[in-house]
């Protein structure tokens, strides 16, 4: 950790860009956020962009309005905002294979790049904050601005955003990966006047129409299997109404399977577009390493019980694919407690 020569930011005025990951998150939302607000108050210039648009139920977090989103429209500003910042920070993810759209502007960038987060195998960065044990990157956040001794500067705003990310990245402070740090953390957050019925109410609201129907699609096709301990579903891009369909309204659909007694394993498969890839998402309960699992066969990653990853094959081919391979996991799948 290197939090002794990050004090350089301050030494003057700086252009920070912000960067989480793809369909970001309530944890990469709620961390570039919190940092937002941090870096403004110490009168830095600072810009979030996120890559792809993001899901409708995090619209009320304070500052998104500042979000500048990728688009064609956009994109020679944030070109342009990437090619002139002396600080990019990458927020809760570790490869270019999660910002995509802009990853060609982030490596010809000069500027110096400051990783935070919280998933295993980083890539290497100028400045890393990573650890794999925490639950979440607002914790890493959380302990930057108390290394740089500003505790102080922690708002109301600050704190919405960091516990947003504690609540969202820990499933509601009940993973295995919620520590005493996370619950020491949390009531420093508390302390700054946060309302946590209002952040939970809104964190709640996450249900549309158009959302309830995609998971009554995805729970009637709801496959089980008993031998592998393993359930998986799918959308189909017929499934998909363009018009009505916003990022992230799949989200949530991939839980009910694990929510099954003995289902350690749980898969969807998403297609979103008729074009190639299909995004898979994985969950699992217990020693089932999914992060393991999804480097291994789909060209993602992510953390043991939840990763995702995607896959150049139509979405039968996908779901064949997977069928094939999980045999192999027999015994894994049949030891995972
Ligand atoms: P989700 O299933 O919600 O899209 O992703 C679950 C977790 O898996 C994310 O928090 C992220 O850590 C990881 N993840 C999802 N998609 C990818 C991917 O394409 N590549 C990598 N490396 N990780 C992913
Ligand atoms: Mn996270």
């Not at 502007?105 to 400051?114: G, T």
């Not at 740090?181 to 964190?203: V, W």
Request: aromatic share 14%; with cysteine.
């Amino acid at each position: 950790m290197l939090y002794s020569n990050i004090n350089e930011i301050n030494k003057n005025k700086k252009k920070i860009v912000l960067l989480p990951h793809n369909n970001p998150d309530g944890d990469a939302l709620g961390s570039s956020l919190a940092l937002l607000f941090y870096f403004r108050k110490l009168k830095h210039s600072v810009d979030l962009i996120s890559p792809t648009e993001y899901s409708e139920s995090f619209k009320w977090l304070p500052g998104c309005k500042d979000i500048i989103v990728f688009s064609e429209h956009t994109k020679s500003l944030i070109k342009k905002k990437i090619a002139d910042s002396d600080y990019v920070f990458l927020i809760d993810f570790n490869n270019y294979s999660r910002i995509n759209n802009i990853r060609d502007f982030f490596l010809y960038s000069k500027a110096k790049k400051i990783l935070i987060d919280h998933h295993p195998f980083p890539l290497h960065f100028d400045f890393m904050f990573s650890d794999s044990t925490v639950a979440a990157t607002s914790i890493l956040v959380f302990r930057f601005i108390s290394k740089m001794n500003n505790l102080d500067k922690i708002d109301k705003e600050i704190a919405t955003c960091l516990y947003v990310g504690l609540m969202t990245d820990t499933g509601l402070f009940r993973f295995p990966s919620v520590t005493s740090e996370t619950h020491f953390i949390a009531g420093k957050l508390i302390k700054k006047g946060i309302d946590i019925s209002y952040i939970y109410n809104h964190l709640q609201e996450k249900y549309n129409e158009n959302k309830l129907k995609l998971l009554s699609k995805a729970l009637k096709r709801l496959k089980v299997i008993k031998k592998y301990r393993t359930a998986y579903t799918s959308i189909k891009a017929s499934d998909v109404d363009l018009h009505s369909y916003k990022q992230g309204d799949t989200e949530g659909i991939i839980t009910y399977g694990l929510n099954i007694k003995n289902i350690v394993f749980s898969v969807f498969f998403f297609e979103e577009k008729e074009e190639l890839p299909v995004k898979i998402s994985f969950r699992s309960k217990g020693n089932f390493d999914v992060n393991m699992f999804s480097r291994k066969h789909f060209r993602g990653g992510g953390h043991k019980n939840a990763a995702g990853g995607t896959l150049e094959k139509n979405l039968s081919e996908s779901i064949k694919y997977f069928l094939n391979i999980i045999p192999t996991y027999y015994n894994n799948l049949m030891l995972s407690i």
